[in-house]
C-alpha cells in the first residue's frame, strides 16, 4: 500500500512487484513460476508408484498388426465367438474394437487397432497401450509392405511379437516360404532355434485358436503384467462418440487400478463423472472396470481423442480445470497449426 497499490494481505501480486518489495526490505528471493493445477496432479498420479504388495497379475493387452486381408478381423471374431456367449453382442458399429476374453479362468484383452497408424498415433501420444502384438501373416500371400511396416513399428513399440501365420486352411500354401521370409525379418520361428513364436492359424476353420490363445498366455506368464487394482484407475481413450441420446460414449481400456461408475475423470479436454460403464463386448451395464478392461463410458462432457489418457480425480472442478486449461492449450495450438488432429477416418477398418 505505501507503494500506491489498492491492495491487501490477500491480493496476488505480479513477480515484479513481489521483487521489489523484496528489494526494498532486503530479503533475497528466488522466483518461481507456480505449477500448473495439471502438472501437480496429473504427475503425481502418473508418478505414484505401486508398492510390490499392491500388484496383482493382469490380462495382456494383444494388438492385432499385419496386412490388409490377411485376418485380423476375422482371428478376433473367431476368439470372441469361442469363448464368450454368443448373441449377447451390443449392435454399436465401432472402429476400434476391444474385448477381454477369458480361457480357463485366465484373461486376455485384445485391441483391434484396423489401421496400424492407430497403433503408431497411439505410441506417438505416448498412449501404448499394447503388451503383445500378434503379427498376422496370410500364408498364401506371405510378407507384404504393411506386414513389413507393422514389424517395425511392433519392434519400435518393444513388445513381444507372436506370428500367427494365418489362412493355413488354403490349398499349396508353404509355410516354410513364410517362415523364411520371416526369419529373413529378423522374426526367426523358435521351432527352428530361434525366439518367436509361430502359431499357425485359420480363422476359417478354427485351427490353431487354441494354441494361439494358449501362447498369447504363456508370453503374458512370462512377462508377469500386473496392476494395482486398489489405486483410482488410469488408462487410455481408443475412440469416442457423440450420441444423440447417451451423450458422449468414449471407450477406453483402464490400465491400472479400478474405474468406477461415479468417479471424476479427466481425459484430454474432457471431464464429467462417471455416469455409466457397460462391458464392450455384451454391452451389458458393469459398476466397475479393473486392469486391463476395456469399457464404453457415458458422463464425459465432450469426446475426446483416440490416444488420450484418463485419470481419476477427487475433485469436479479440479478435474473441469485442467480440462479446461487442456481445451485452451489444444485451441491455442491449433490456431497456430501445430496440432495434428486424429480424425476417425484414420481408423477405418481395413
Ligand atoms: P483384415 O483386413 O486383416 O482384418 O482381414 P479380414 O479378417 O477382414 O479377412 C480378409 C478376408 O480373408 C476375409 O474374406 C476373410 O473371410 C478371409 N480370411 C480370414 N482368415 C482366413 C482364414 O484363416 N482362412 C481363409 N481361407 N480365409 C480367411
Ligand atoms: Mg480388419
Known amino acids: 500500500m505505501g507503494m500506491g497499490m489498492m491492495i491487501n494481505i490477500n491480493s496476488e501480486m505480479d ?147 507372436v506370428v500367427a501365420l494365418n489362412k493355413i486352411d488354403l490349398e499349396g500354401v508353404d509355410a516354410n516360404r513364410v517362415m523364411t521370409q520371416l526369419t529373413e525379418h529378423g522374426l526367426t520361428p523358435s521351432e527352428w532355434g530361434g525366439d518367436v513364436e509361430i502359431v499357425k492359424t485359420s480363422a476359417t476353420t478354427g485351427e490353431g485358436m487354441d494354441e494361439l490363445l494358449e501362447t498369447l498366455l504363456t508370453v503374458a506368464e512370462l512377462n508377469e503384467y500386473s496392476a494395482n487394482p486398489d489405486r483410482s484407475a488410469l488408462g487410455v481413450c481408443l475412440e469416442s462418440e457423440q450420441h444423440g441420446d447417451k451423450g458422449v460414449v468414449a471407450k477406453l481400456v483402464v490400465q491400472n487400478g479400478t474405474l468406477r461408475v461415479g468417479d471424476i475423470i479427466v481425459c484430454g479436454p474432457a471431464h464429467g463423472r462417471v455416469r455409466s460403464l457397460h462391458d464392450t463386448l455384451t454391452g451389458k451395464p458393469i459398476t466397475e472396470a479393473g486392469p486391463s478392461t476395456p469399457v464404453s463410458l457415458t458422463g464425459l462432457d465432450t469426446p475426446p481423442g483416440a490416444g488420450d489418457r484418463f485419470h481419476v480425480l477427487k475433485d469436479i472442478s479440479q478435474a473441469r480445470e485442467i480440462a479446461g486449461s487442456r481445451e485452451d492449450e489444444s485451441s491455442r495450438q491449433s490456431l497456430s497449426g501445430i496440432t495434428t488432429k486424429v480424425s476417425f477416418d484414420s481408423f477405418q477398418d481395413m
Open 15 to 161: 513477480l515484479e512487484t513481489a521483487e521489489l518489495i523484496a528489494t526494498e526490505l532486503g530479503i533475497d528471493i528466488e522466483l518461481k513460476a507456480a505449477e500448473s493445477l495439471e502438472d501437480e496432479l496429473i504427475t503425481e498420479i502418473e508418478t505414484l508408484e505401486d508398492t510390490a504388495e499392491s500388484l496383482v497379475p493382469r490380462a495382456p493387452i494383444v494388438t492385432f498388426l499385419g496386412h490388409v486381408d490377411h485376418g485380423k478381423t476375422s482371428l478376433l471374431d473367431y476368439l470372441i465367438g469361442i469363448n464368450v456367449v454368443k448373441g449377447e453382442a451390443g449392435g454399436i458399429t465401432q472402429h476400434i474394437r476391444a474385448y477381454n476374453v477369458e480361457k480357463d479362468g485366465r484373461g486376455v484383452t485384445f485391441v483391434d487397432t484396423p489401421g496400424h497408424e492407430a497403433f503408431t498415433e497411439m505410441r506417438a501420444r505416448g498412449a501404448n497401450v499394447t503388451d503383445i502384438a500378434v503379427l498376422v501373416v496370410a500364408a498364401d500371400d506371405g510378407i507384404m509392405p504393411q506386414t513389413e511396416e507393422a514389424i517395425s513399428h511392433a519392434k519400435a513399440a518393444e513388445v513381444p511379437i
